[in-house]
């Protein structure tokens, strides 16, 4: 097994054992409500064990074993059931040859970006969080929580200027209980934060293949060529993923933030008209803070898709200065052999001429006549090449 289990309360975070000490962990929780159960699980068959211990819907369960889902933030009768996509990238070009490279570049286009999906179970009490590729996601998510709670308990125990006595901490205590929520919004960062190093590294590709393409000597290499055409439509496909995760993301959260924001802003008369589906009943689980928290992820999350948007445009800006080079070096070629022919025409004429059976041409009894025919190939072939360098054709 490998679930890992915390209980957190407004000082502590600390590990316990959900399998054997779930009664124990139940009903210390009762007593004490500032506790909150955070389980993180890292194998897809941990969901089973999960399923029966906390009562996951089975939709929900058949969500997380399918993989590959849509991003999207449901309700459920006891809890908010969220599917964030995320992504890990695999370097497997590095320490390769250029040939290496190309003859595996179908391999390379499947193994360069993995669907790294985040599944979140959040209950007023408890949290799940499941993922399968990101070993470090759960001990980020802990020093966060750690370094939040130093700030807070500081923060919590100072009185401010405007402080107005014990309502002013009553509110402040409230605020810092709900540990599962803080969970929820971290775990929700960190997925968003893990696309930033990949971009980076694609802002790099794209800078140093642009440079390779405007390099002369790179560019007239065939197999260089080649290479540079493999990695911009590498890079195409990235950028065209991440850009359909990233979109699929907004919307899962505006979807929510939008529901939320109608629950918890509008007046009595409009909820009174709601219908009262299951669905609604956990739509007021997240505070007010904490949707304002999730329309500011929102909002990296859009300003992610603008950077994803501008690579996507240098993209094609790229290719069409593959072609270009291309053209370049076309033409290049084209115009080295058109000089060739050039020289070489006029040579083929003094040899054609002199090559002809006549009996009677006077050069044939000359004496110096083959010196003088190589002579004159000599010298029409340098005042060519002389006039080609004046004009800077070769």
């Known amino acids: 097994m490998t679930i890992s289990s915390y209980i957190i309360d407004n000082i502590t975070i600390r590990p316990v054992n959900i399998i054997s000490e779930s009664s124990s962990i139940r009903e210390e929780m009762k007593k004490k409500v500032e506790e909150y159960l955070w389980i993180h699980a890292n194998e897809i068959e941990d969901i089973f064990s999960l399923q029966d211990m906390f009562g996951l819907h089975p939709l929900t369960v058949e969500a997380v074993l399918h993989q590959n889902q849509p991003s999207k933030i449901e309700e459920y009768n006891r809890y908010i059931f969220a599917v964030i996509d995320g992504i890990v990238e695999e370097d497997s070009s590095k320490n390769k ?67 107005i ?27 968003i934060l893990s696309y930033y190093p990949i971009l980076d590294n694609m802002n790099k590709d794209l800078e140093q293949t642009e440079e390779d393409i405007l390099d002369e000597n790179i560019s007239r290499s065939n197999k260089n060529t080649k290479y ?45 008209a709601l219908p009262r589906t299951s669905s609604n009943i956990s739509q007021t689980l997240l505070n007010p803070d904490s949707i304002r928290r999730m329309h500011s992820l929102n909002d990296r999350i859009r300003y992610l898709r603008n950077d994803v948007e501008n690579m996507h445009q240098r993209t094609i800006s790229l290719r069409e200065t593959y072609n270009s080079s291309l053209s370049a070096n076309l033409n290049e070629t084209i115009r080295t052999l058109t000089v060739i022919a050039t020289i070489v025409l006029p040579l083929t004429l003094i040899t054609g001429i002199y090559g002809m059976n006549f009996k009677f041409m006077p050069e044939l009894t000359y004496e110096f006549g083959y010196f003088y025919a190589l002579g004159l190939i000599a010298a029409v072939g340098g005042t060519m090449i002389f006039y080609f360098k004046i004009k800077k054709w070769i």
């Open 97 to 163: 040859t250029i040939e290496e490279s190309i003859s595996k570049d179908k391999k390379l286009s499947s193994e360069m970006i993995i669907e790294d999906d985040l599944y979140m179970f959040l209950e007023k009490r408890w949290i799940i969080t499941l993922n399968f590729h990101n070993h470090s996601l759960e001990e980020n998510i802990k020093k966060k929580i750690r370094t939040i709670m130093q700030q807070t308990k500081s923060s919590l125990y100072t009185p401010t200027t405007f402080s």
């Open 228 to 272: 540079q055409l493999s990695k911009i439509l590498l890079l195409r496909k990235k950028i065209s993923f991440i850009e359909r995760t990233l979109d699929m993301i907004s919307r899962a959260i505006q979807d929510f933030v939008n529901r939320n924001s109608i629950i918890n802003n509008n007046s009595s008369d409009i909820l009174d």
């Open 165 to 191: 006595g014990k309502e002013s901490f009553d509110n402040n205590e409230r605020n810092i209980l709900k540990k599962n929520e803080l969970i929820f919004r971290l775990a929700l960062e960190e997925m």
